[in-house]
């Protein structure tokens, strides 16, 4: 396995990847780490699944996902990943949607473990995950450097692979893109967010904003990100 690929040029727009990869049609699918949950309702939209269960630790943020108008194919739940609600072989679809380096270092092993538990037979999770390169990397990384994390994710997806808790199908490696009509923007989008505390003083934030800016042009700001797309599969019988 690659945790990325230097070559990548293609840009990609993972909806579309979803499309040619995953049989959605009446799945019971599971969310990790859903975020704002802009991505599940862009998936209930889309596709016709059965049931979309969407789960999410901050507490906040859960909270505004609960009281925000949603389809009524989308369940939210309270939790993490490396506890899952949800029974052993009850899972058509997981998705990891660049979450799995924000669960704690020491439990993403187990996180694995759990997808595998409710996954059934056959299975498939998709954990996407930002590569560690990249302009918008460059700017991120002045206040929050996810390198070790972001390494610490993929061993344990290589883990889960080489124990064969899980089966890899495919890796897809291409760039996804990001757009922000001004700082503003990044800063509720990106610093402002309720599950890290990003704490900048003055001069680093300027700092900041004064690499941002270099990237706004007449429509805003827009980065091309390299992002890897991991397809993995259930055993349908235990190794």
Request: hydrophobic residues 40%; proline residues 4%.
């Amino acid at each position: 396995m690659q945790i990325q690929n230097p070559t990548t040029t293609t840009c990609c727009n993972e909806l579309d990847l979803i499309a040619t990869h995953l049989p959605l049609k009446n799945a019971t699918v599971l969310e990790l780490g859903c975020g704002k949950a802009q991505m599940t309702r862009r998936i209930a939209e889309r596709f016709p699944v059965a049931r979309l269960i969407a789960t999410e630790v901050d507490q906040i943020q859960h909270a505004n996902n609960l009281a925000s108008d949603h389809s009524p194919s989308i369940e939210f739940k309270s939790g993490g990943a490396q506890a899952i609600d949800a029974p052993d072989n009850s899972m058509d679809v997981v998705f990891m949607f660049k979450s799995l380096h924000h669960v704690p270092r020491e439990l993403m092993a187990q996180a694995m473990q759990e997808i595998a538990r409710v996954l059934k037979p056959g299975g498939l999770a998709w954990i996407s995950e930002p590569v560690y390169a990249g302009e918008f990397n460059e700017i991120l990384r002045l206040f929050h450097d996810e390198k070790v994390v972001r390494e610490l994710a993929f061993q344990a997806v290589c883990d889960a692979v080489n124990a064969g808790t899980l089966a890899l199908v495919e890796q897809i490696f291409c760039n996804t893109e990001s757009r922000f009509a001004d700082f503003n923007e990044f800063d509720q989008r990106i610093i402002q967010v309720t599950h890290t505390n990003h704490q900048l003083d003055d001069a680093l934030y300027q700092t900041v904003k004064a690499r941002f800016e270099v990237h706004i042009g007449a429509e805003g700001a827009r980065f091309e990100n390299p992002a890897r797309f991991d397809v993995l599969r259930k055993p349908y019988c235990a190794l």
